[in-house]
């Protein structure tokens, strides 16, 4: 059977998004500006290829390349980008170079939104991202789990992650299993609650992986917890009228303290109460008022968004007196101090349109749409998508409630015209 040009190129598209999502795997020391688990840059570049193909794609199947309703948006909120940089070279302090690296690493990734809302508009090819993604990052999950174990037991490294450990032996790690991961183990969870049994297999195991991997190795409460119940939400809303009161119940209280036990047990054993530069409590406490007063001295373009050298004078404006401060830290809060009060205009300008876009979706998929629309209203106190670990669930999350809405209304144009 002949393979077509454009099949080819969707899965190429996939394997260099996924190989570039998780860092190789982490089996290969990555360097300068390639290095962290929060960095974006690898996937950056290999964006561009993405891109260039998903046009090939497009003319391939003899239809017009998509721009998306975020389009808009994502326009706007490079505008806001050049602006604050501009502003903060002069009013911060930061250089060029160290902007364009954060740009970089964090955010020319949302550029990814137009190829993937083309090469995934067919449910088909959405579904095949989701197989290749979950063997990606089964995989991943799979060496960072044995890792933890070997590191545990014996010290041993089998992953180049030794510089990238938080709390010492028990391999607390910031960034790997967030971002991509966040919004991914919905779609799985989603996957399991639509489909009948039988296939569910894969999905299943998948989803444990993965949540193994995030409570082990990002050892984050607030973000299991929220993934859990998110998860929840997507299960009671596509079985609404199908569960009894008691279930219901049972999966509203019952679930979450059960997992919020296992957090718990799993936090205490990794010992992750406190970070290795300061008491976490604390750092989180002192970050949220030092960011707010930043903010209050540079309410209108914010200190800018670079990536400063180490133990310069910039670098402790944007980490604290005491450098143990983390604009990732501490939510909405950070986003302001980094782009000032245009940003919030922005946000809600984003927000609204994923409302939207929600309500008008129904059925099943409306279920998914809410499910991360709500992961992201959770995560604005603590947990900003507007940072290098975490824009990549920006990325996803607005690309899966659109495509979710564009199959709802082909669906219904569809039945108009039968």
């Not at 954060?102 to 995934?120: C, F, S, V």
């Not at 041993?156 to 450990?165: N, R």
Request: hydrophobic letters at 50%; charged letters at 15%; aromatic letters at 16%.
């Amino acid at each position: 059977m002949k393979v077509k040009k454009t099949t080819i190129v969707f899965y190429l598209s996939c394997i260099l998004f996924f190989v570039s999502n998780t860092n190789i795997f982490y089996l290969f020391p990555l360097s300068g500006i390639f290095s962290g688990t929060s960095n974006n840059t690898l996937s950056s570049i290999a964006g561009l290829f993405i891109f260039a193909m998903s046009i090939f794609y497009v003319n391939g199947n003899g239809k017009k390349y998509y721009v998306g309703k975020f389009s808009n948006s994502i326009i706007l909120f490079f505008i806001i980008f050049v602006v604050t940089s501009f502003h903060s070279i002069y009013s911060t302090g930061f250089t060029p170079k160290q902007i364009f690296i954060n740009l970089m690493a964090g955010y020319l990734i949302l550029l990814l939104y137009y190829p993937l809302m083309n090469l995934l508009s067919d449910e088909d090819k959405y579904r095949r991202f989701i197989f290749v993604g979950e063997l990606f990052y089964d995989l991943l999950g799979i060496l960072f789990l044995i890792q933890y174990i070997l590191l545990a037991r014996s010290g041993i490294y089998i992953l180049k992650i030794s510089e990238l450990i938080i709390s010492g032996q028990y391999m607390r790690i910031y960034g790997v299993f967030e971002g991509f991961i966040r919004i991914f183990i919905l779609m799985i969870g989603y996957e399991i609650f639509k489909t009948k049994k039988r296939k569910n297999t894969f999905h299943v195991v998948s989803l444990i992986i993965l949540l193994l991997s995030v409570l082990l190795i990002d050892q984050s409460r607030y973000y299991i917890i929220t993934l859990i119940l998110c998860l929840l939400i997507d299960y009671l809303y596509i079985n609404k009228g199908k569960i009894s009161v008691g279930k219901m119940l049972f999966s509203i209280v019952v679930i979450p303290m059960a997992m919020m036990l296992l957090v718990k047990f799993a936090t205490s054993i990794s010992n992750s109460v406190t970070l290795n530069d300061g008491g976490y409590t604390n750092a989180r406490t002192g970050g949220y008022a030092y960011y707010w007063e930043l903010f209050r001295s540079n309410i209108l373009f914010g200190i800018g968004a670079a990536n400063p050298d180490k133990w310069t004078p910039v670098w402790y404006l944007e980490r604290g007196p005491q450098g143990i401060y983390h604009l990732s830290d501490v939510g909405i809060v950070g986003t302001l101090t980094m782009f000032g009060i245009l940003i919030l205009f922005w946000l809600i300008y984003v927000l609204l349109k994923m409302i939207k876009l929600c309500t008008i979706t129904v059925g099943v998929d409306q279920g998914l749409s809410l499910s991360i629309l709500i992961m992201m209203l959770l995560a604005l106190p603590l947990n900003s998508y507007l940072d290098s670990t975490r824009v990549m669930s920006l990325l996803l999350s607005i690309t899966i409630i659109e495509l979710n809405y564009l199959r709802n209304i082909t669906s219904d144009l569809e039945v108009k015209t039968r």
